[in-house]
């Protein structure tokens, strides 16, 4: 029988956390696969190795793994195959397939521009600068990949200058990229946390837009949601769940944890 693990990074959180399990809950109605459970890699529970074990005691012998990320790094690469290497010696019997990441897609960068819209980018995108907010990564393959998204957008909305930044492991850094963004000629700053869900780093983009605006207070700083905040979302997970499912179950391209 078939089964689907759907995993998101985790947070400390609990509202991001939350905002996973429901997103799951909703895709679940609209993927034809008896049984879904969710997992975190880490800082929330259920585990992986728990969300395996919950899937197997529903019968599951075919186990197709959805990770909830946006980009393939060291998470999808190392962290989540180990994981699950563990998990399949403790069920040898069960077949995993990991799929990719969710990677650059129209539908998350149309996402992106409804919150800029939402925002009020219609009536002075010519006059903005646009900051994209990228969780980080020490890949340069990643980091590549925020960059040409940064480049779309601000082709797409006319922005008349742009920055890409990062919270973490990849430069420059987002409390760097806003004081500097703060200095330039342009009145309103459009910041685009590029970032699934709620959490930590949320927090964080918020707290600094906070400090920079007081030190500058001619100037109009916009911070806009995370992507999970638009029910689109559930759309783009639902085809990417259904991608992972169809295609490794009639060519078995996906990443197979044990040959």
């Known amino acids: 029988m078939k089964g689907v693990l759907y995993i998101g990074h985790g947070t400390r959180v609990k509202e991001g956390n939350e905002q996973v399990k429901s997103l799951a809950e909703k895709v679940k109605d609209q993927v034809p696969v008896p049984v879904q459970e969710t997992a975190f890699l880490e800082l929330a529970a259920p585990t992986i190795p728990e969300g395996v074990k919950r899937c197997v005691a529903q019968g599951v012998t075919e186990l197709y793994v959805v990770p909830v990320l946006l980009f393939s790094a060291r998470h999808l690469h190392d962290d989540i195959p180990a994981e699950l290497s563990r998990a399949q010696h403790v069920h040898p019997e ?136 638009k029910e689109a979302l559930e759309e783009v997970i639902v085809e990417h769940t259904k991608a992972i499912v169809q295609t490794t179950s009639s060519n078995q391209t996906g990443k197979p944890i044990f040959s």
């Open 94 to 229: 069960l077949t995993i397939q990991l799929g990719d990441a969710l990677g650059i897609r129209e539908s998350l960068l149309q996402i992106v521009s409804d919150h800029l819209t939402e925002a009020g980018i219609l009536q002075d995108s010519g006059a903005s600068r646009l900051v994209l907010v990228g969780r980080g990564s020490s890949e340069e393959a990643v980091v590549s990949q925020v960059k040409e998204i940064t480049e779309i957008l601000k082709n797409r909305h006319q922005f008349n200058n742009a920055a890409t930044c990062f919270l973490a492991a990849a430069n420059p850094p987002f409390q760097e990229t806003m004081h500097q963004s703060a200095r330039q000629e342009e009145e309103t700053v459009y910041v685009v946390p590029y970032l699934l869900f709620t959490g930590l780093l949320m927090q964080e983009i918020h707290q600094v837009v906070q400090n920079v605006q007081h030190k500058h207070l001619h100037k109009t700083f916009k911070v806009c949601p995370h992507l999970g905040a």
